[in-house]
């Protein structure tokens, strides 16, 4: 059984890597396999049905509540981008020059990450790079440099990504610990793609840098843009940069999954942009509106999220996982090389049941709160993910909004992400 699922699984895996040579929409083999491997394990493994069906519902919960998220905090994205908000941080980037521009949206994707989480950063700095960068192949760089900036800046903070904020809900790190060891090296993760980008970028003839004022849609959405007023456009900008902040403080107040957050704060907006749009022509009001807005949302991204995740999550019911960690444990024994591992393994699979495993493998007795490995385990689970541009929900995020091909990441970006993880982890080791 495990020798069919793997195989069901590596060749879906190639199926989604060669989506544009096949011209197949990566959403069908994710879905395809997120499916079969579920059948397998029910028809030809040795859990009883009821048993495997709980499993799966489990394992379901947790996936609905991260596509729940998804889809809400890109609402409350596109409900600004439809209200011409992001050039209030758009206008006030007036530099003309690639280099300024690749510091100035890496900082504030590294920086922005810590605070709301990698996902939502990237979805929010990849709407805001569509209106400033029109030649698409270097707005490909800029998005990926994104996801590689928001993955490192949520490495260090406790709510910037999911595996981190298991790490610490866990009992592993504490948030003053995290910050101490991991800031640099995450920063060094960040800066050394900026630093690779810089010359690459600088040899794609770029026409200028654009404004929202000037391209009406450089991302591609296919809709109109309508002139809205300042006040209602500011309205909107802050309700919606409030919502997405809230979430992190919603979340450490009540304790409950982050899904709940962004979707009671998507009601709170969807009911503000009523109120501000009341009394206003039909033709004029429903491009503005929840109800319309809704429906540019990416759902084929979201579907291929879905049977990724699946997909893994059947993997890791099974054990294979699990077996994959142990296997690494004896045959490598040293935590480091192990931690390094997870984290390029990471790319391939959610770091999520990665880490999973590796709590259920390594103790607190062995090894107390805030030691050398899970901070290390921290660092390697959260940035190692951006080595391929399916290793992160960032990376998934931006993949589905900005059609990034898989083999383009592998070939312009995988070789530069690398190179700032084993960056920051050699300081790491180095220093402590």
Known sequence: METALILTFSIGYLAIALEHPLDINKASPALMIGGLCWAIYAIFGETEAKVVEHQLLEHFGE??????????????????????????????????????LLWIIAILAFFLSAVLDNLTTTIVMTSILRKMVKQREARLYFISLIVIAANAGGAWSPIGDVTTTMLWIGGQVTTASLIVHLLIPSLICMVIPVLIMIPIVKRIPISGLVSDETVADVGGHGHAVYEVSKGRRNT?????????????VIKTITHLPPFIAILMNLGVMWLVTELVHRGEEKHVRDPLTVVNVIRRIDTPSVLFFAGILLAVACLQSTGILTHLAQYLDKAIGNLTIISFTLGLLSAIVDNVPLVAAAMGMYTLEVHPVDSQLWQLIAYCAGTGGSCLII??????????????????????IAWIALLGYLGGMLFFIFIF
């Open 391 to 412: 290793g992160s929900a960032a990376g998934v995020a931006a993949m589905g909004m900005e059609r990034i091909e898989f083999i383009w990441y592998a070939k312009k």
């Open 236 to 248: 909107i900008f802050i309700t919606g940069l409030t919502a997405l902040i809230m979430v992190p």
């Open 63 to 100: 996936i609905a509540s991260i596509l729940f998220f998804l889809l809400s905090a890109m609402t409350i994205v596109e409900l600004i981008d439809a209200h011409q908000g992001f050039s209030i941080v758009t206008d006030r980037i007036r530099t003309t020059s690639i280099t300024q």
